[in-house]
T-cell receptor, first 114, second 111 residues
Framework: NAGVTQTPKFQVLKTGQSMTLQCAQDMNHNSMYWYRQDPGMGLRLIYYSASEGTTDKGEVPNGYNVSRLNKREFSLRLESAAPSQTSVYFC?????????????FGPGTRLTVT | AQSVTQLGSHVSVSEGALVLLRCNYSSSVPPYLFWYVQYPNQGLQLLLK??????LVKGINGFEAEFKKSETSFHLTKPSAHMSDAAEYFCAVSARYALNFGKGTSLLVTP
């Protein structure tokens, strides 16, 4: 199993450009998440999808949109990139079992906005 | 709201010495607690988790953590550090739909 995969691994954008980060999981998980990681800030939740067909804002949603395309895929879109969005973005997924809050993470996308 | 605080953004130990990384939690409900490790340029990998069964939890790579309700703590320990343990470590607590992470502790292991 590949687990959680993310594309691209690296990206450089100019201010105002748009792009979509892709995430897919092959573990038949119901919930998926997008986090950003910044030095000294830990991981902060951008958006999540508790199940197919639903999405909700997390702690830092401004400037982002998401799409839960199907059960496997959850994409993150930056409509007009800003330097403040320079970060490492992680996608994660979680199964449905009531005692299983653990999340499984992808390898990350390193985004630089100039 | 559920939150965790990691004490010490950087910890340095000698190879073979005890590793102790501190995490305190705040939760209005019985928490599920996690430790994740992140090696350079990689994603996060689950080290161990507490889900209200045993209070002493053993994880991968010789790490363990003890849930202490009276101290609201979930500190991570390893008896003897290896060079390969150098990484960033994150404590996390279960929230309603996601995990709330601490800011991380960078572990440096010196020869």
């Amino acid at each position: 199993n590949a687990g959680v995969t993310q594309t691209p691994k690296f990206q450089v954008l100019k201010t105002g450009q748009s792009m979509t980060l892709q995430c897919a999981q092959d573990m038949n998980h119901n919930s998926m998440y997008w986090y950003r990681q910044d030095p000294g800030m830990g991981l902060r939740l951008i958006y999540y999808s508790a199940s197919e067909g639903t999405t909700d804002k997390g702690e830092v949603p401004n400037g982002y949109n998401v799409s839960r395309l199907n059960k496997r895929e959850f994409s993150l879109r930056l409509e007009s990139a800003a330097p403040s969005q320079t970060s490492v973005y992680f996608c994660a997924s979680r199964g449905l079992a009531t005692n299983s809050y653990e999340q499984y993470f992808g390898p990350g996308t390193r985004l630089t906005v100039t | 709201a559920q939150s965790v605080t990691q004490l010490g953004s950087h910890v340095s130990v000698s190879e073979g010495a005890l590793v102790l990384l501190r995490c305190n939690y705040s939760s209005s409900v019985p928490p599920y607690l996690f430790w994740y490790v992140q090696y350079p340029n990689q994603g996060l990998q689950l080290l161990l988790k507490y889900t209200s069964a045993a209070t002493l939890v053993k994880g991968i790579n010789g790490f363990e953590a003890e849930f202490k309700k009276s101290e609201t703590s979930f500190h991570l320990t390893k008896p003897s550090a290896h060079m390969s343990d150098a990484a960033e470590y994150f404590c996390a607590v279960s929230a309603r739909y996601a995990l709330n992470f601490g800011k991380g502790t960078s572990l440096l292991v010196t020869p």
